[in-house]
């Protein structure tokens, strides 16, 4: 009589959490987010949000193709590419000045035009400076204490924030290139008095504004007559002046003041999918405020939820990004993590007025395909990370593993 036992049957979620892939969890937030982006977009729309749903869902999906496949790509291999990749970024920002193929709205020359297709070549400028940021922290490493290898490691990203102001106008966008440099700068810097420079341009940017506020923006109000903003003011002017004083540059603020109506309007429970009143009256809802849509439509309590989506799928980057199978690893899943958190903190405080009008789009959520395409390649790598970290995966950390290398250590440590 044969003795061999029969191998014992596994539930699916011991089958999952036996094999070493992916981190199914931040999956599921991203096709979340991009299963709810999709739903409000269809409803911000209005009549033409089949058309809108069917364009988004086409490129959304291409997305999770591309996000599976640079799942199998090994991350050493891209950041290996970084300074190229960074380079046809820089480089791309130049076609918006291109006649014929660059596109102008609002003040701001942001986009070119392929086939009928908007781009924006700033948006591969973030994953690009993520990419030779990690890079450039993980193998300087020690010598960050000196300010020659902090300038070497700062440089890239001050070339990209000057060139996007001065080639796009594209304020909201540098911004957040930039905070993602001095973000990644800062977690790897080994002396952590550093951080007292981070208040130092705190202090620095409170007294430039107050300048700005004072020398500025009392004598513009002043001048006023009208409501409406001088005429050699530029648009990024404008709309600080807007967003300080709504009440007086009121077709300025038009955008911002009826995105407080709306989640006004929405209340705790909302008033219903696809009930929204004020998505009629916002200049294209279901772009930079679609935010404003959720808030009326679902209420304080859909706004909640899709925080608390974001919340959870940054923190698992950041589990990702703390038990990494190596420093460079680390750095890339942090600097996406620091992108996500960036930019729903923008876009989720100009709906609620709580900053000026930036044009920035709600990751994976409102309408545009540049954004969502690469934000999705970007959570590809991330993914990769998460597929390399060694012993007991990161599917079953609660935040704290096991075996998982602390952020900012080596492999050998």
């Not at 979620?13 to 987010?33: E, G, K, T």
């Not at 949000?49 to 291999?77: E, N, P, W």
């Not at 100009?350 to 044009?359: E, F, K, R, Y």
Request: aromatic share 12%; glycine share 10%.
């Amino acid at each position: 009589m044969s003795t061999d036992r029969q191998p014992e049957k596994k539930s699916i979620r011991q089958y999952i959490r036996d094999l070493q892939v992916l981190d199914y969890r931040l999956i599921v937030s991203i096709v979340a987010l991009f299963m709810f982006g999709l739903i409000m977009i269809y409803s911000a729309g209005g009549s033409g949000g089949a058309g809108l749903l069917k364009r988004q869902a086409l490129i959304g999906t291409g997305g999770l193709v591309g996000m599976v496949l640079f799942s199998y790509v090994d991350y050493h291999k891209l950041v290996s590419l970084s300074g190229a990749f960074y380079l046809l970024s820089i480089l791309s920002l130049f076609l918006v000045r291109v006649p014929g193929l660059g596109k102008a709205a609002n003040g701001a020359a942001r986009w070119i035009v392929i086939g009928g297709q908007q781009f924006q070549p700033a948006e591969l400028v973030k994953p690009a400076i993520i990419l030779l940021t990690a890079f450039l922290v993980s193998e300087i490493n020690r010598k960050l204490r000196y300010i020659r290898a902090d300038l070497f490691v700062l440089a890239p990203g001050l070339l990209a924030v000057a060139l996007i102001l001065k080639i796009t106008s594209n304020l909201s966008t540098a911004a957040i290139v930039g905070i993602i440099v001095f973000a990644m700068f800062f977690a790897a810097h080994p002396n952590k008095k550093v951080w007292i420079w981070v208040l130092v341009l705190l202090a620095a940017g409170a007294a430039f504004f107050i300048m700005f506020y004072r020398f500025y923006v009392v004598p513009t109000v002043a001048m006023t007559v009208n409501g409406t903003v001088p005429a050699d003011s530029s648009f990024r002017a404008g709309r600080i002046l807007a967003w300080l004083y709504p009440d007086v540059y009121r077709q300025t603020a038009m955008q911002s003041r009826y995105a407080l109506y709306a989640i006004g309007f929405g209340g705790m429970f909302g008033r219903g999918l696809g009930h929204g009143i004020m998505k009629y009256f916002i200049p294209e809802p279901e772009n930079d405020f679609i935010f404003a849509v959720i808030g009326e439509e679902l209420g304080f309590l859909g706004c909640c939820m899709l925080i608390f989506m974001f919340i959870y799928q940054i923190w698992r980057i950041l589990v990702i990004a703390r038990h990494a199978s190596d420093m460079l690893g680390s750095y890339v899943a942090f600097g996406a993590a620091v992108h996500v958190s960036v930019q729903v903190l923008l876009n989720i405080g100009v709906a609620t007025s709580m900053l000026p009008n930036t044009g920035i789009s709600l990751p994976y959520v409102s309408y545009g395909g540049s954004a969502l395409l690469l934000q999705m390649l970007e959570m590809g790598i991330v993914l990769n990370v998460s597929r390399q970290i060694p012993g007991k995966r990161v599917l079953d950390e609660g935040g704290a593993g096991r075996t998982g290398l602390r952020m900012g250590r080596s492999r050998a440590a």
